[in-house]
């Protein structure tokens, strides 16, 4: 049993799960609410909801950070990524031809 009104800020369930009444609970949930019947019951038990979305880019931004080799155009000043093989073979060579090195390669 769901009661609740259109508008209102709160909606009591009564669930009886092998009474089919969740399966129309979450579609009353949907109608009233744009978050999921999930995220509902979360909020309600007090634990933090994180979207898919917010961690996608939170991991897209650590991963380029961390992994992503960019340098400033000469011209405009707009960042250039290397990320084809073309660009990543001319850095391993511009790398040998300058005697680029570990630093502890140098201590040798």
Do not use: F, R
Not at 86 to 98: F, G, L, S
């Amino acid at each position: 049993m769901v009661l609740a009104e259109a508008g209102a800020d709160v909606a009591i369930c009564d669930l009886v799960a092998d009474s089919g009444e969740l399966a129309a609970v979450a579609e009353e949930i949907k109608k009233m609410s744009d978050k999921s019947p999930a995220d509902v019951l979360k909020e309600a038990v007090g634990l933090e909801i994180h979207s898919t979305s917010d961690a996608y880019t939170k991991g897209y931004l650590t991963a380029e950070i961390n992994c992503c080799v960019s340098y400033h155009c000469s011209v405009c000043g707009k960042v250039i990524t290397i990320d084809t093989k073309k660009e990543k073979e001319a850095v391993a060579q511009y790398m040998k031809d300058y005697g680029w090195c570990h630093g502890d390669c140098l201590k040798k």
